[in-house]
Protein backbone atom coordinates (compact mmCIF):
# COMPACT_ATOMS: atom_id res chain seq x y z
CA UNK A 1 0.00 0.00 0.00
CA UNK A 2 1.42 3.34 -0.47
CA UNK A 3 2.52 5.86 2.33
CA UNK A 4 -0.06 7.60 3.31
CA UNK A 5 0.23 11.22 1.86
CA UNK A 6 -1.88 13.61 4.40
CA UNK A 7 -1.79 11.87 7.97
CA UNK A 8 -5.13 12.92 8.64
CA UNK A 9 -6.73 10.61 6.65
CA UNK A 10 -5.60 7.74 9.54
CA UNK A 11 -5.55 10.61 12.61
CA UNK A 12 -9.59 11.59 12.02
CA UNK A 13 -10.58 8.08 11.85
CA UNK A 14 -8.45 7.15 15.01
CA UNK A 15 -10.43 10.03 16.37
CA UNK A 16 -13.83 8.83 14.96
CA UNK A 17 -13.52 5.35 16.11
CA UNK A 18 -11.96 5.53 19.62
CA UNK A 19 -8.23 3.99 19.23
CA UNK A 20 -4.77 5.59 19.06
CA UNK A 21 -2.43 4.50 17.02
CA UNK A 22 1.31 3.90 18.22
CA UNK A 23 4.00 6.31 17.23
CA UNK A 24 6.98 4.70 16.69
CA UNK A 25 10.26 6.54 16.58
CA UNK A 26 12.87 4.96 14.56
CA UNK A 27 16.26 5.45 13.12
CA UNK A 28 16.90 2.11 11.62
CA UNK A 29 15.63 0.05 8.54
CA UNK A 30 15.40 -2.74 11.15
CA UNK A 31 13.02 -1.11 13.93
CA UNK A 32 11.34 0.38 10.75
CA UNK A 33 10.50 -3.33 9.01
CA UNK A 34 9.79 -4.69 12.61
CA UNK A 35 7.27 -2.31 13.44
CA UNK A 36 5.60 -2.11 10.17
CA UNK A 37 5.79 -6.10 10.25
CA UNK A 38 3.81 -6.01 13.72
CA UNK A 39 1.17 -4.10 12.03
CA UNK A 40 0.79 -6.41 9.30
CA UNK A 41 0.60 -9.03 11.57
CA UNK A 42 -2.30 -7.22 13.54
CA UNK A 43 -3.90 -5.52 10.73
CA UNK A 44 -3.12 -2.09 11.77
CA UNK A 45 -3.38 0.99 10.75
CA UNK A 46 0.73 2.94 12.15
CA UNK A 47 2.74 5.66 12.20
CA UNK A 48 6.73 5.65 11.92
CA UNK A 49 8.10 8.66 13.41
CA UNK A 50 11.82 10.37 13.11
CA UNK A 51 13.28 12.65 15.82
CA UNK A 52 15.27 15.75 14.82
CA UNK A 53 18.43 14.03 15.81
CA UNK A 54 17.85 10.98 13.76
CA UNK A 55 17.75 13.39 10.64
CA UNK A 56 21.53 14.62 11.61
CA UNK A 57 22.53 10.72 10.84
CA UNK A 58 20.31 10.18 7.32
CA UNK A 59 18.12 13.04 5.79
CA UNK A 60 14.59 13.62 5.53
CA UNK A 61 14.53 12.18 1.80
CA UNK A 62 16.63 8.95 3.06
CA UNK A 63 14.14 8.07 6.04
CA UNK A 64 10.86 9.40 3.74
CA UNK A 65 12.73 6.81 1.19
CA UNK A 66 13.14 4.30 3.18
CA UNK A 67 9.80 4.04 4.66
CA UNK A 68 8.27 4.45 1.40
CA UNK A 69 9.57 1.27 0.20
CA UNK A 70 8.32 -0.64 3.49
CA UNK A 71 4.77 0.67 2.78
CA UNK A 72 4.75 -0.40 -0.66
CA UNK A 73 5.47 -4.11 0.47
CA UNK A 74 2.87 -3.69 2.90
CA UNK A 75 -1.43 -4.24 2.99
CA UNK A 76 -1.83 -1.66 5.84
CA UNK A 77 -1.87 2.11 6.09
CA UNK A 78 1.45 3.49 6.83
CA UNK A 79 1.84 7.24 7.64
CA UNK A 80 5.62 9.03 8.39
CA UNK A 81 5.70 11.76 11.40
CA UNK A 82 8.61 14.03 11.94
CA UNK A 83 8.41 14.24 15.81
CA UNK A 84 9.60 17.55 17.83
CA UNK A 85 9.90 19.65 14.45
CA UNK A 86 12.36 22.56 15.89
CA UNK A 87 11.82 24.58 13.38
CA UNK A 88 9.51 26.05 9.81
CA UNK A 89 12.75 25.09 8.06
CA UNK A 90 12.88 21.59 9.49
CA UNK A 91 9.26 20.23 9.13
CA UNK A 92 9.77 21.67 5.16
CA UNK A 93 12.18 19.59 4.46
CA UNK A 94 10.26 17.17 5.84
CA UNK A 95 7.03 17.75 3.53
CA UNK A 96 9.16 18.00 0.74
CA UNK A 97 10.34 14.82 1.15
CA UNK A 98 7.37 13.39 1.30
CA UNK A 99 6.18 13.07 4.97
CA UNK A 100 2.66 12.53 6.33
CA UNK A 101 2.63 15.11 8.75
CA UNK A 102 4.59 17.26 11.04
CA UNK A 103 5.08 18.54 14.56
CA UNK A 104 5.72 21.65 15.15
CA UNK A 105 7.44 21.95 19.20
CA UNK A 106 6.76 25.62 20.09
CA UNK A 107 6.32 25.04 23.63
CA UNK A 108 8.96 26.75 24.60
CA UNK A 109 7.41 30.14 23.18
CA UNK A 110 5.15 32.13 25.29
CA UNK A 111 1.44 30.97 24.02
CA UNK A 112 1.02 33.88 21.33
CA UNK A 113 3.84 33.27 19.18
CA UNK A 114 3.72 28.93 19.86
CA UNK A 115 0.39 29.79 18.02
CA UNK A 116 1.91 31.98 15.06
CA UNK A 117 4.61 29.99 14.42
CA UNK A 118 2.14 26.87 14.70
CA UNK A 119 -0.15 28.24 12.12
CA UNK A 120 2.83 29.35 9.79
CA UNK A 121 3.77 25.85 9.68
CA UNK A 122 -0.03 24.56 9.25
CA UNK A 123 -0.43 27.10 6.20
CA UNK A 124 2.59 25.30 4.39
CA UNK A 125 1.61 21.64 5.87
CA UNK A 126 -2.15 21.76 4.45
CA UNK A 127 -1.25 23.43 1.38
CA UNK A 128 0.76 20.68 0.98
CA UNK A 129 -2.12 18.10 2.12
CA UNK A 130 -0.01 16.93 5.36
CA UNK A 131 -1.15 17.18 8.89
CA UNK A 132 0.12 18.96 11.93
CA UNK A 133 0.34 18.40 15.45
CA UNK A 134 1.10 21.39 18.21
CA UNK A 135 2.56 21.22 21.52
CA UNK A 136 0.95 22.84 24.41
CA UNK A 137 3.11 21.30 27.38
CA UNK A 138 6.29 19.38 27.54
CA UNK A 139 6.96 15.81 28.77
CA UNK A 140 11.08 15.95 29.63
CA UNK A 141 13.47 13.20 30.36
CA UNK A 142 15.30 13.74 27.05
CA UNK A 143 12.97 15.71 24.40
CA UNK A 144 15.54 18.36 24.29
CA UNK A 145 14.54 20.77 27.27
CA UNK A 146 16.16 19.25 30.05
CA UNK A 147 14.05 17.10 32.88
CA UNK A 148 11.04 19.65 33.35
CA UNK A 149 7.30 18.62 32.92
CA UNK A 150 5.12 21.39 32.12
CA UNK A 151 1.27 20.34 32.44
CA UNK A 152 -1.07 20.93 30.31
CA UNK A 153 -4.06 23.58 30.96
CA UNK A 154 -7.29 22.81 29.02
CA UNK A 155 -7.40 26.61 27.99
CA UNK A 156 -3.95 26.49 26.53
CA UNK A 157 -4.67 23.66 24.40
CA UNK A 158 -7.90 24.78 23.23
CA UNK A 159 -6.71 27.80 22.05
CA UNK A 160 -3.63 26.93 20.39
CA UNK A 161 -5.65 24.26 18.30
CA UNK A 162 -8.31 26.43 17.54
CA UNK A 163 -6.40 29.73 16.54
CA UNK A 164 -3.31 27.63 14.93
CA UNK A 165 -5.28 25.62 12.84
CA UNK A 166 -3.06 22.67 14.17
CA UNK A 167 -5.24 18.84 13.69
CA UNK A 168 -4.10 17.39 16.56
CA UNK A 169 -2.30 18.68 19.44
CA UNK A 170 0.39 17.12 22.41
CA UNK A 171 -0.82 17.43 25.71
CA UNK A 172 1.01 17.04 28.86
CA UNK A 173 -1.01 14.77 31.30
CA UNK A 174 1.54 13.20 33.75
CA UNK A 175 3.74 11.13 31.28
CA UNK A 176 7.30 11.86 30.83
CA UNK A 177 9.72 10.73 28.10
CA UNK A 178 11.93 7.19 29.30
CA UNK A 179 10.09 6.95 32.37
CA UNK A 180 6.97 4.93 33.75
CA UNK A 181 4.49 7.43 34.87
CA UNK A 182 0.79 7.90 36.20
CA UNK A 183 -1.46 9.77 34.24
CA UNK A 184 -3.91 12.69 35.52
CA UNK A 185 -6.93 11.44 34.13
CA UNK A 186 -8.98 14.27 35.41
CA UNK A 187 -6.29 16.78 33.48
CA UNK A 188 -7.47 15.27 30.16
CA UNK A 189 -10.72 14.72 30.55
CA UNK A 190 -10.76 18.62 31.19
CA UNK A 191 -8.41 18.98 27.93
CA UNK A 192 -10.44 16.91 26.28
CA UNK A 193 -13.48 18.59 26.78
CA UNK A 194 -12.08 22.34 25.89
CA UNK A 195 -10.69 21.00 22.30
CA UNK A 196 -13.03 18.41 21.11
CA UNK A 197 -10.49 17.30 18.53
CA UNK A 198 -7.58 14.62 18.63
CA UNK A 199 -4.86 14.40 21.13
CA UNK A 200 -1.88 13.06 21.43
CA UNK A 201 0.69 11.55 24.53
CA UNK A 202 4.14 11.55 24.61
CA UNK A 203 6.62 9.24 26.68
CA UNK A 204 4.04 5.77 26.09
CA UNK A 205 6.63 3.46 26.64
CA UNK A 206 6.01 4.19 30.44
CA UNK A 207 2.31 5.04 30.24
CA UNK A 208 0.45 1.58 32.30
CA UNK A 209 -1.85 -0.44 29.63
CA UNK A 210 -4.92 0.60 31.61
CA UNK A 211 -4.48 4.47 31.66
CA UNK A 212 -3.95 4.10 28.07
CA UNK A 213 -7.11 2.48 27.84
CA UNK A 214 -8.85 5.39 29.23
CA UNK A 215 -7.37 7.81 27.47
CA UNK A 216 -8.67 6.22 24.34
CA UNK A 217 -12.48 8.04 25.60
CA UNK A 218 -11.20 11.06 25.38
CA UNK A 219 -9.51 11.75 21.61
CA UNK A 220 -6.33 10.80 22.48
CA UNK A 221 -5.50 8.88 18.40
CA UNK A 222 -1.41 9.14 18.68
CA UNK A 223 0.61 8.01 21.46
CA UNK A 224 4.30 8.19 21.07
CA UNK A 225 6.90 4.91 21.45
CA UNK A 226 10.54 5.36 21.36
CA UNK A 227 12.53 4.25 24.87
CA UNK A 228 10.70 0.72 24.55
CA UNK A 229 11.94 0.56 21.00
CA UNK A 230 15.85 1.47 21.75
CA UNK A 231 15.71 -0.48 24.97
CA UNK A 232 14.48 -3.77 23.05
CA UNK A 233 17.61 -3.07 20.58
CA UNK A 234 20.37 -2.25 23.55
CA UNK A 235 18.88 -5.72 25.61
CA UNK A 236 19.57 -8.12 22.37
CA UNK A 237 23.14 -6.69 21.72
CA UNK A 238 24.49 -6.32 25.62
CA UNK A 239 22.63 -9.71 27.18
CA UNK A 240 23.27 -12.14 24.40
CA UNK A 241 25.90 -10.84 22.16
CA UNK A 242 24.79 -12.08 19.07
CA UNK A 243 26.80 -12.12 15.77
CA UNK A 244 26.43 -10.84 12.42
CA UNK A 245 22.99 -11.63 11.08
CA UNK A 246 21.96 -13.43 13.93
CA UNK A 247 22.21 -10.21 15.46
CA UNK A 248 19.58 -8.75 13.24
CA UNK A 249 17.14 -11.26 13.71
CA UNK A 250 17.48 -10.91 17.39
CA UNK A 251 16.87 -7.24 17.20
CA UNK A 252 13.92 -7.44 15.00
CA UNK A 253 12.19 -10.31 16.89
CA UNK A 254 12.18 -8.10 20.06
CA UNK A 255 11.17 -4.94 18.23
CA UNK A 256 8.42 -6.99 16.35
CA UNK A 257 7.13 -8.43 20.01
CA UNK A 258 7.05 -4.32 21.61
CA UNK A 259 5.49 -3.29 18.83
CA UNK A 260 3.09 -5.51 18.38
CA UNK A 261 2.05 -5.36 22.44
CA UNK A 262 1.46 -0.90 21.83
CA UNK A 263 -0.39 -1.84 19.12
CA UNK A 264 -3.22 -3.94 20.75
CA UNK A 265 -2.91 -1.94 23.95
CA UNK A 266 -4.10 1.05 22.29
CA UNK A 267 -6.75 -1.10 20.08
CA UNK A 268 -5.55 -0.48 16.70
CA UNK A 269 -5.49 -3.95 15.62
CA UNK A 270 -7.73 -4.76 13.41
CA UNK A 271 -8.55 -1.29 12.68
CA UNK A 272 -6.57 -1.27 8.88
Same mark, same amino acid.
Given at each position: ?55 E????? *????MV ?10 V ?19 G ?70 V??? *??? $? ?18 ? $?K?L??H ?13 L?H?? *? $? ?17 E????Y ?5 A ?5 EV??? $? ?10
Open positions: MPLIRDGRVLINRAFEHGYAMPAFNICSLEMARACIDAAESERAPIIIQTYPGDLHASPF *VMANRALAEEASVPMLHLDHGDSLGRTVACMRAYSSVMFDGEAYPLAENIERTAQVVSFAHAAGVSVEAAAGSFGGGEGSGDDIHLTEPDVAARLMAESGADMAVS *VGS $KHGQSSQLDISRLTDIAAAV $KPVLGGTGIPADDIAVTEGI *V $KVNIGAGLQRAVLRTWQNQPSHAGYTAYEALFATD $KIRIMHANGQA
